[in-house]
């Protein structure tokens, strides 16, 4: 019959599915059956995208790998918004990063333009978060290798034989 909103929480009450209320920190009345809470915390987070190989406008290749610091600001915004804080921000940064990167050459490729364009570009967004940091962790030109990971992989060879 209540809900309990932490105070580092915000919480949104739907009741039969229509209208929507923004629930802050402590007791709330909720009717089971009628009413669905959802509750998020909004404390600061910290998202590291995984390393990404770009190439510059000379073809070289940088390797960078990003954190981005967050906080939700409007619950129901992000819920009204968006399905995933943290896969929106994520791809947004590692497009903006190599479309950045893509366009300057490797002499004119710092780590403060990346940074700024990603900030700006994640800062336009109206979806209910607000970008506390962007840190640029690794930004290197090194030799990438890859390696294919596919169980299912095989030489053509082999491939043939085993159909």
């Not at 909103?5 to 929507?20: C, I, T």
């Not at 510059?56 to 967050?70: G, L, P, Q």
């Not at 992000?78 to 940064?93: D, F, K, L, Q, R």
Request: aromatic share 8%; net charge negative.
């Amino acid at each position: 019959w209540w809900v309990i909103v932490n105070p580092w929480e915000l919480g949104v009450r739907s009741r039969a599915g229509r209208n929507s209320e923004l629930l802050n920190a402590g007791c709330h009345f909720r009717i089971p059956y009628f009413d669905t809470v959802l509750i998020q915390p909004v404390r600061e987070r910290v998202v590291n995208l995984s390393p990404q190989v770009c190439s510059t406008a000379d073809k070289e290749v940088m390797t960078v790998s990003i954190n981005i610091s967050y906080q939700i600001t409007d619950i129901a915004k992000v819920y009204n918004t968006i399905h995933n804080p943290e896969g929106t921000i994520c791809s947004i940064a590692m497009g903006e990063a190599s479309k950045v990167i893509s366009e300057m050459s490797f002499n004119e490729c710092n780590q403060s333009k990346v940074q700024h364009a990603i900030l700006d570009s994640l800062e336009k967004l109206d979806i209910g978060i607000e970008i506390m940091s962007v840190r640029i962790v690794t930004f290197a030109k090194v030799r990438t290798y890859r390696f294919i990971k596919d169980d299912h992989w095989m030489p053509d060879q082999d491939y043939e034989t085993k159909k």
